[in-house]
């Protein structure tokens, strides 16, 4: 893979929102010596509202960036954001399945996609392409003081109709690449719960309350931090946190960060150079 183009997708909020998530990435994949290239052009991927309200513009919308990969002669794509992955994968399963449709798409917006391009998910690139090994040897600073809950969410590991990367219900993968940083990572039952995703926006209250079970379990696990490798979780968990803190009697502050994050600090990267400052609760002290 490393003589090879990795393509890179970073949605709308790796260029916003989660940039700390894009930045600390790009550094650790320099420090690892992976070559990865933005894609030129992309588009959103619609999300889960494109995907809801309309089915067809949502195939279209993830279509013309599979086109563009192809195009580009990205035989992979990278799509971090864990909701960009599922849109982008399942479209390219949808068409695998189904050639009729994406003749008739491809003839509908001028394309030409021919199904060439594998999508991928960031804790799959990094579990099994650049390998626990690989990882472990990088480490300048271990973490072995630290205890972490790694928060997989809904969408990293539930790709419907396709065999996933790592267990659907209570994946190991994260776990796998804090450990091989030093850390010590806990069992605990809501690896894999909704945060609420999007009702974060349009019903913030039963968000809330999502979120505060996530964050009472992993609290009475005396967790230093929560990992994880989704955009929306780490909005729900990382921005919301001291209301919900409040609201719900949560009996400390807990610092999320992007397993990319932790990867720099580990790697010994500077704080500065991952992102960290973008984060709403206190940074870990390392």
């Known amino acids: 893979m490393e003589s090879e183009k990795l393509g890179f997708y970073p949605g709308c909020t790796l260029e916003g929102s989660s940039s700390g998530y894009a930045e600390s990435m790009l550094k650790v994949f320099e420090l690892l010596k992976i070559p990865i290239k933005e894609l030129d052009d992309w588009s959103c991927c619609g999300a889960s509202s494109a995907h809801a309200l309309d089915h067809e513009l949502h195939l279209a919308l993830n279509l013309r960036n599979l086109s563009l990969a192809e195009k580009q002669d990205f035989k992979e794509l990278l799509a971090p954001c864990a909701a960009c992955y599922h849109r982008l994968i399942s479209t390219n399963n949808e068409f695998y399945l189904d050639n009729a449709l994406l003749a008739s798409l491809n003839d509908q917006t001028g394309l030409n996609y ?16 650049v390998g626990i090994e690989k990882i472990e040897k990088q480490v300048s600073h271990s973490l072995s003081s630290l205890k972490f809950a790694c928060y997989y969410g809904c969408l990293n590991t539930r790709i419907p109709r396709l065999l996933p990367f790592d267990k659907v219900e209570y994946p190991e993968g994260m776990d796998q690449i804090i450990k091989a940083l030093g850390a010590e990572t806990v069992e605990w039952s809501y690896k894999t719960e909704c945060c609420g995703a999007g009702l ?15 964050l009472l379990d992993a609290s009475a696990k005396e967790v230093d931090c929560i990992v994880v490798a989704c955009p929306m ?51 870990l002290q390392i």
């Open 200 to 214: 974060g926006v349009t019903a913030e209250e039963i968000s809330n309350k999502l979120v505060s079970k996530i």
């Open 114 to 129: 021919q199904g060439k391009v594998k999508v991928r998910n960031i804790l799959d690139f990094l579990i099994h392409q």
């Open 233 to 283: 979780c780490h909005v729900n968990l990382d921005t919301r946190q001291d209301k919900i803190i409040q609201q719900f009697d949560i009996p400390k502050e807990i610092p999320i960060y992007y397993i990319t994050q932790i990867m720099g600090l580990a790697f010994g990267i500077e704080e500065q150079f991952l992102g960290i400052k973008q984060n709403f609760m206190p940074a």
